[in-house]
């Protein structure tokens, strides 16, 4: 069974950090690509940021040079390490899993970011 577990959100002031962690199993993790995605109320799903099985990194241009993320795929964990956080960086976020040029796509239940004074 494939399963994709964020921890990590939360409220936070305007210029705050937060630190996503996303544990990932059953899945031979390496061989995958995986990624943060949001969604705010009354938008579409975005990507945020995501990174291959090669380690070839992807932000969307909102969060370039104040998002990173990272892979370990001995611990089978993707973070994002999200600093200078504004009011529109508030939505779910979503931990997701791809294995490139097939269907099996996988996500985790979601975690609230929240960034408010």
């Known amino acids: 069974q494939v399963q994709l577990v964020e921890s990590g959100g939360g409220l936070v002031q305007p210029g705050g950090s937060l630190r996503l962690s996303c544990v990932v199993s059953g899945i031979s993790f390496s061989i995958y690509g995986v990624g943060w995605y949001r969604q705010a109320p009354g938008k579409q799903r975005e990507m945020v940021a995501a990174?291959?099985?090669?380690?070839?990194?992807n932000y969307a241009d909102s969060v370039k040079g104040r998002f990173t993320i990272s892979r370990d795929n001995d611990k089978n964990t993707v973070d994002l390490q999200m600093n200078s956080l504004k009011p529109e960086d508030t939505a779910v976020y979503y931990c997701?899993?791809?294995?490139?040029?097939?269907?099996?796509?996988?996500w985790g239940q979601g975690t609230q970011v929240t960034v408010s004074s």
């Open positions: 990174i291959t099985r090669g380690g070839t990194v």
């Open positions: 997701n899993a791809y294995l490139a040029t097939t269907p099996r796509n996988y």
